[in-house]
């Protein structure tokens, strides 16, 4: 007589899954190239230092072979200066002639890894926490299902009828055995209201967002790049306008976000705010938004002459005034300023609160903890519903 035989559940310590030399190094040197700006000697300085010190590699698999890994893979590429100053690339004439000076630098498909990699350690962040399930209750057109159902009406879409339901509807309503189905039979998913939005993302510059010790720039990058990986490959047809501010302000591109560094700045906030407005005054899109992270102390003013009217100390009354009338001008277009505050200072505080009034928008006092997470739900949360 066979004898069943009962199997349980055998509990073993958690093994990591393997990884290779490379894959190992290569996660290490994505948060490197992103801290050093794009400069991939001093990453790959940072890499040997703590390969001397944790033991990263062995002879099989040194630093030496992951670079030329890298060379393999399109990460990097090997640039040689000519003679006239100018820079070829590695692969173009020969490299063994020893008249030029080599540089290595990150290919698009690098800054397209970091992006990614951005995007996956903020969003995941939102996924495993279950924070970014944003509900409104404001139901309209849109591709997202609310999972509530209603009576068809005139000019429904016809993919938004649940053939389940009506069919339902229409048994009951007029048996099995002379089934049919009317109008008033037919039920209609309802979906969540989603406008195409044009953001720009201000990103202050300053040298304070380096100073005291604390590394602000790095996660301020990181949060823009993210955001751009998150838009151009889900909200295709939401536009991202990324501007930097600093003496002055000027627009960025998407690619040029790994190499982003603080410069010897004062904050010219108001000049933000107006390339940010001027921007987005060309969107045809309904829903328009600047999202603006800074450690919140405006400190310079370009006049009309061209000369800097700088105060150092912050919080120079005329200065202050011209940020409220930016404010102001930005809600008369209908234009919300959502304001990332990265500082903790009362006195700061008190001017974004100030400020905030004066757009009627929105001011998270994040410090950096949690900065990506906040953008990332409050962007999520504005595109399903009119900001006007």
Known sequence: MAMNTRKGFRFDT???????????????????????SGDFDEAIDWLRELDKEYELTDEDYTIDDFIEDLKARGYIREEFEDGDGGMGDGDEGDEGDGDGKGKISITAKMERIIRQRALDQIFGKLKRSGAGNHKTGKAGPGDEHTGNFREYRYGDSLEHISMTESLKNAQINHGIGNFALSEDDLVVEDTHYKAQMSTVLMIDISHSMILYGEDRITPAKKVAMALAELITTRYPKDTLDILVFGNDAWPIPIKDLPYLKVGPYHTNTVAGLQLAMDMLRRKRN????????TDGKPSCLRMPDGTYYKNSVGLDDFIVEKCYNMARQARKLHIPITTFMIAQDPYLKQFIRHFTEANMGKAFFTGLKGLGEMIFEDYESNRRRRLK
């Open 14 to 36: 958690y093994v990591a899954p393997e990884q290779t030399p490379f894959d190992k190094l290569f996660d290490i040197f994505q948060e490197l190239i992103t801290h050093t």
């Open 286 to 293: 309904t829903n328009k938004q600047i999202f603006m992270i």
